[in-house]
């Protein structure tokens, strides 16, 4: 019997392996798209800008947790064939992103990002999109550069104020419990042979890819876990950096049906586009957290967009 056992956990894990290279070889026979940004500190940033130049700002776009350049892949396609340039990529440590210095909170990522932009060439302002948890950073960041930002858009995003609900403080443990152990699996190579299950969002195929090859890196799960760790931390920056400005135009898009909980959390979340004189605020029942960002409901987050641009008069 004991014969039988550790022959069939020896099958097993031989399957695992093979599996594991067979995904990390798929995962580097695609070429990242973009290019490499030194930041100037011997740093380099990977960003994927889009579409033509015109008289039109350009969309600037930030990930939420655990990926980069990558979620945005559908919505930059959508934007592209409405003639906007959009720029989105990855933060230090994130995707092909060098790493950066510790700790990976609002402060030190609002700064990678203004040095990103600046050495980009790409001329502001910007209509600044926010997904999850980078609704933080974008926040901090127009607050910081108020002469840059014609607008925000909120994609299912975090904001400061909802660091303080009842909860709260057990989602963010939950998630750094999460990402610890992602950081752990990933170090280990134990998710690559889950390479094929990493996109959840609904992509093309470049950005499937790429999503797919963070999916199993260790090094971007340790970075990720970095900011997951930094999360209350930049609420508070994100806080003390002030209040939005009314004029800006905010438009704000949420995900999934309602329920008790998300009406709870979406009055927080909906308060920006409420705020502000020129708002918007719209629920897409059928989409997800990852769905929102996808080929299916991208379009919703387009249409953000343009509520930002038209109420600029652009």
Known sequence: ????????????ASAWGAVAVAAEVVSRTHRPRGEMIDIGDGRRLRLVCEGQASGRPVIWLESGA???????AAVQQKLAAQGLRSCAYDRAGMGYSDPGPAPRDGDVIVRDLEALMAASGEKGPFVLVGHSMAGLYVRQYALRNPDRVVGLVLVDAVTPEMIALPGAQRFVDRMSGIARLGAVAGSLGLTKPLYWWGDRIGLPAAGKAEKRRGFISGRQSRAAYAEVKSW?????QASAAGALNPDWPIAVITAGPPSPQMDAWNAVRHAPGRAARDGMVENVDDASHTTVLGLTHGDRVV????FVLRARGY
């Open 1 to 12: 019997m004991l014969r039988v056992i550790l022959l069939a956990v020896l099958c097993i």
């Open 66 to 72: 655990f990926s980069g350049a990558a979620d945005w």
């Open 232 to 236: 209350r931390a930049a609420g508070e």
């Open 303 to 306: 249409a953000g967009i343009d």
